[in-house]
């Protein structure tokens, strides 16, 4: 190691922002992912998200279901530089169906960047994941967008924000009229009006900008809505907190934003939030201690695993956030929960789909490493140091259905395909002890028509997907390892192992569930399963 790495590494540490974008689906999210890389220069032209049966989509939005449907239904990873700063953007689908892929991405981030539907408000997607943020003090910025619609009152958006996710809002951009009349944003901080033109068309940087919040020409040029806007803002300034980093920091203050997206419009005063705001990647307690991103050796978290991003290669990448140390490509490493040794040489970061090989990164960034099955969610990965992080969270599935293959002559790709999807953790697949049909568990209907899609256009077979006379599922511990398997042969009928062979017990109905619990007063039955270095076959075999 040179002299010099540890400064580096700290130069380098300081220069990261790791942020995920999140939202309700439809208020916006894919679309200002696009423009944020637009506007960094990562890309020249955005690719439409409307036009779904257009060429050109979002370049957060590769899966081939994605480009059909006009949805993301996985997160995506890209990295840009814009200002000397480094920025991990991750941008997760806002689907409810999907919403364990963002929990687990909102583990790997430092930020997030909430997306609100100015006419739509708060929705319900929001505040699951706002809770999410708050259990973990994310610090969070708003984008009010949409405002070149007829939406909400700006003000009444402020207190519903306020109100329903309970953290002080501080606007720093003001909107001048909306729909038809929307004139632009009052910047409350450089004191300047950026003027509204629309126009999906490359960033430029050529918008009009007015000096002054009290300039005498707004009135005349933009009439009642600055007038309205000129008293909406003096009631603000009287009313609303100051901003306070320490406050946004723990996650009990966000910055407001106002603009349209879809129109490029307000991006920039994100863009820069961000890198003057969000902060740099921070220390990340493991199970047996704290871990400082600016520590010379290499520690990584796999949050993430994605199979077929080329399906050409029947491909699968295991998305990594790097903790601390410098990673070289090459480097020698180990897989904490296998022992396994890896030494990868063609780890990748993203522009989405397009990929460059990578031969450093530091903490903060997400890289990807190529591999079969060596690595899981949630595994730990070091230059041997034996440590465990914590918090990927695995939920209960809460709806059910057998899989067989169409044609019988495909079962091989059929297995290989749950194998791999279950992997990536897109969707839950038990293995039940007794009988051959694999059963799938998920938390929304979606999940299972993208899993037969994929399993149709990925690995060749189409599959029938069957109700299920199961509704309830739990993981099962227990600290006599005698105990668990006397369980486990008691009720092998309703006993499966899932992907990582973590036994689980399946019942129809939830007092079925209790009778078993109160039978078995020594089996411990989990609604969630953390990745915490406890796989629970190795338990089992002692």
Known sequence: MSADLPSQIQTEVKRRRTFAIISHPDAGKTTLTE????????IQIAGSVKARKASRHATSDWMEIEKQRGISVASSVMQMEYRDCVINLLDT?????????????????????????????????????????????????TFVNKMDREVQDPLAL???IERELGMTVVPFTWPVGMGKHFHGVMDLRQQQ??????????????????????NPAYAERFGMQYEQAEGEIELVQDAAAEFNLDDFLSGKLTPMFFGSAVNNFGVQEILDALVELAPAPAE?????RVVQPDEPKFTGVVFKIQANMDPSHRDRIAFLRVVSGHFERGMRLKVVRSGKELRPNTVVSFLSQRRELLDEAYAGDIIGIPNHGVLQLGDTITEGEALQFTGLPFFAPEMFRSVEVADPLRTKQLKAGLTQLGEEGAIQVFRPIAGSVLLLGAVGQLQFEVVAHRLEHEYGCKARIMPSRFQVARWVTCDDANELKRFIDANDHRMAYDAVDAPTVLV???????????????????????????????????
């Open 35 to 42: 423009k944020l890389l637009l506007f960094s220069g990562a």
């Open 93 to 141: 689908p806002g689907h409810q169906d999907f919403s364990e892929d963002t929990y687990r991405v909102l583990t790997a981030v430092d930020a997030a960047l909430m997306v609100i539907d100015a006419a739509n408000g708060v929705e319900p997607q929001t505040r699951r994941l706002l809770q999410v943020c708050r259990a973990r003090n994310t610090p969070i910025l």
């Open 158 to 160: 402020m207190d519903e």
């Open 193 to 214: 009006m950026r003027v509204f033109s629309p126009g999906e068309g490359k960033a430029g940087g050529d918008d009009e900008i007015l000096q002054g919040l009290n």
């Open 284 to 288: 990340r307690a493991a199970m047996q």
């Open 508 to 542: 129809e109905y939830a007092p079925e569930l209790r009778a078993i619990e109160a039978n078995w007063p020594k089996i411990k039955f989990h609604a969630l399963r953390e990745h915490a270095g406890l796989v629970f076959q190795k338990r089992l075999d002692g």
